[in-house]
């Protein structure tokens, strides 16, 4: 008869305590960096789909989207018949803000998280509100099936 070592019993005793070998991938493994990756992922996410698009230049949550062209970008990138991107100026903050919002809730169902004064008051968004929302926008689109995850 085989000599099993002590470490291979340990495992041995383990997967019969807890049902057998886990399937697909060890869950320490999927969510590995925790929220920092996920916000890194977002923004990369965020730059993908904004790139090529003029005065768009997303390198963080907070300034790069302070002329509200970041989200008309990001949202144009999805719905492209629903307004002209060349049109929107840089200094009409209100109205990309405007527009913007008006274009996620409408299109992709998105809940109105932010308000277009907020937004004008403050020369640079606050990184945490424009993240929130950005994730809001994001599982608006998964959920309409416009954003493709991996299964897990």
């Not at 886990?22 to 790139?51: D, F, I, N, Q, Y």
Request: charged share 25%.
């Amino acid at each position: 008869r085989p000599r099993v070592g002590s470490r291979a019993q340990g495992r041995c005793a383990i997967l019969e305590k807890f049902g057998g070998a886990a399937k697909g991938p060890a869950p320490h493994l999927r969510r590995s960096g925790g929220a920092a990756t996920v916000k890194t992922m977002l923004l990369e996410w965020c730059r993908a789909r904004t790139r090529g698009y003029a005065h768009v230049d997303v390198q963080n949550f907070s300034g790069s989207w302070g002329s509200g062209l970041a989200f008309c970008a990001l949202l144009h990138s999805f719905f492209p018949d629903a307004f002209d991107f060349a049109a929107l100026e840089p200094s009409a903050r209100r109205e990309n803000f405007a527009l913007a919002f008006a274009t996620a809730e409408e299109r992709a169902g998105c809940a109105p998280l932010l308000e277009v004064e907020d937004m004008v008051r403050l020369p640079v968004p606050d990184a945490k509100c424009v993240y929130t929302y950005v994730q809001e926008l994001y599982r608006c689109l998964v959920a309409k099936g416009l954003v493709k995850t991996k299964k897990r």
